[in-house]
């Protein structure tokens, strides 16, 4: 439900009080995970974001690049955000397809062939999340505790969509990050880059395939 925060595996919430609009009843989801937690699944479908004010409308965070969020494969699909920036992290193979089209995009990773080729295993044990059709002003998934890694088989963001506020990810080892069908562009001006992964990001393989088009999100 909106508005709460859920320690996996826990499918109790507790109410979200947001520092930022302390006045405002939060629509904030924010799912927070400890160390060493195994996921299967976690998956975003058909969801709208967004709230005038707010940073990042969606956010993946780990602690520190000795405890991340570790993700086999990260697919974002049929979506659309104000601005996407990747930093501090891993990523083994980048996969943008020539539908994803951005106000600018600046790919300035560190090419490094010792990058893992990250792969979870077997998903017995596993905990699952699912949230689909909501509407939310963001939406956090956040490593709470460190001494380990949070390990994440497969996540998606299918048709999330935002108005508002950036898509940030920090702290994180992806296995295989796919991106099909997804705009990014929060000024139409195709000279300042709306899309970036920093140079604090490392990479083994990268098919870069996104397009330049003036694309103004509102």
Request: charged share 20%; hydrophobic share 40%.
């Amino acid at each position: 439900m909106v508005g709460a925060s859920y320690d996996a595996p826990s499918m109790i919430g507790n109410p979200v009080v947001d520092r930022e609009f302390p006045a405002d009843r939060s629509q904030t989801l924010q799912i927070n995970v400890p160390a060493n937690l195994r996921l299967d699944k976690v998956t975003f479908t058909n969801i709208n974001l967004g709230k005038a004010g707010i940073t990042d409308a969606f956010q993946i965070t780990g602690t520190s690049t000795s405890d991340m969020i570790t993700i086999d494969t990260l697919t974002i699909k049929n979506s659309e955000f104000p601005t996407m920036d990747f930093a501090n992290g891993d990523i083994y193979e980048i996969t943008a397809t020539t539908d994803v089209v951005a106000a600018g995009h600046t790919f300035e990773m560190t090419m490094a062939s010792t990058t893992n080729d990250v792969v979870i295993g077997s998903g017995r044990g596993a905990t699952s999340y699912v949230a689909e059709n909501m509407t939310v002003d963001r939406i956090i998934l956040n490593q709470t505790t460190t001494g380990g890694d949070v390990l994440i088989d497969e996540m998606t963001l299918d048709g999330v969509r935002a108005w508002t506020g950036a898509f940030n990810a920090d702290y994180f080892e992806i296995g295989r990050l796919i991106l099909q069908n997804v705009r990014i562009g929060d000024d139409g001006d195709i000279n300042s880059a709306d899309f970036v992964i920093n140079s604090s990001v490392s990479v083994n393989t990268v098919a870069d395939g996104v397009l330049e088009e003036p694309v103004f999100i509102r």
